[in-house]
C-alpha cells in the first residue's frame, strides 16, 4: 500500500461532521478567490507604503503562479482521489495541489517581505513566520482530509510553491541589485 492510499485510509477514519466543517473553512481560506483577494489587498498596502519591489514580487509571484500550477496539472494528468472518499466535487486534475502550491507562494514571499523589514532575530517576525508555515501546512492538509488530492499531491504542491516564490525572490533581488 502507498504513503497515499494509507493517509487516505487514516484521513477517513478520522472524519466527523464538526471536524470536516472546520476543515472545509480551513480549504476555502486557500482557494484561488481567497488567495487573489489577499494578494490584491496586499499588493494595494504595499504599493501605498512606497514597497514597490515588495508589491512586484508578490504580485508577480501569484500571477505566474497560477498558470504554472495549471499547466502541470494538465501535464501530469493525475485523477484526484476516487469517491465515495472524496468530499468535494472537482474536475481538475490532482497534481500538484493548487490550493498547497498557491499558499506555499503566498507564504514564502509574505516571509520574505517580512524578514526584509525586521530586525534580526524579531519575535514578531518569528511569530509571523510560524503562522505563515502553519497557514499553508493546515489549507494543505485539508485538502487531503477532503480527498481533494493525495498527499503526494500536496507535498509537490507545498515544494513547487515555494521554490517558484524563491525563484521570484532572486530575481526581483538581482534586477534591484543593477539598478
Known sequence: MSIDTTTLDGVVE????ALTAVVT??????GTVAVAVVT????????????????LLLSATILTGWPLMSLL?????????????RLVEL?????PSGHAMMTAM????????????SPPG???????????GAYTLAVGLSRVYLAAHWLTDVVAGWLLG??????????????????
Open 14 to 17: 478520522l472524519r466527523e461532521p
Open 25 to 30: 473553512a480551513v480549504t476555502h481560506t486557500g
Open 40 to 55: 490584491t489587498a496586499l499588493t494595494m498596502l504595499m504599493l501605498r507604503a512606497g514597497r514597490r519591489d515588495d508589491a
Open 73 to 85: 496539472k494538465l501535464q501530469f494528468g493525475r485523477e484526484r482521489p476516487p469517491q465515495p472518499a
Open 91 to 95: 474536475t481538475t486534475h490532482s497534481f
Open 106 to 117: 503566498l507564504a514564502t514571499v509574505l516571509a520574505v517581505v517580512i524578514a526584509r523589514q
Open 122 to 132: 524579531s519575535r514578531r517576525a518569528l511569530v509571523a513566520y510560524c503562522a505563515l
Open 162 to 179: 515555494s521554490l517558484w516564490a524563491l525563484l521570484w525572490v532572486g530575481l526581483i533581488t538581482r534586477v534591484r541589485a543593477r539598478l
